[in-house]
């Protein structure tokens, strides 16, 4: 197992946890906006930041398991 670099079972973990609390919180900023409420952060906000962190962890993998 490397020490610098996310192997693919790694990776398959971690971009679905991503992906998953993205999910969450822009289902709640959603929310929040149809009930008037303001959120901090823009709806889509969280879908770009999850997008390029799931791009530096598949940057970070093993060639071979990408």
């Known amino acids: 197992m490397s020490k610098t670099k996310f192997n693919g079972n790694e990776n398959y973990f971690i971009t679905k946890a991503i992906a998953h609390a ?20 823009a709806e889509g906000y969280f879908t ?12 970070m993998t093993l060639k071979k398991d990408q």
């Open 48 to 59: 770009k930041f999850g997008d390029e962190l799931i791009e530096k962890v598949r940057i």
């Open 22 to 41: 993205v999910e969450e919180i822009e289902e709640e900023i959603t929310e929040m906006t149809r009930q008037g409420k303001r959120h901090m952060f």
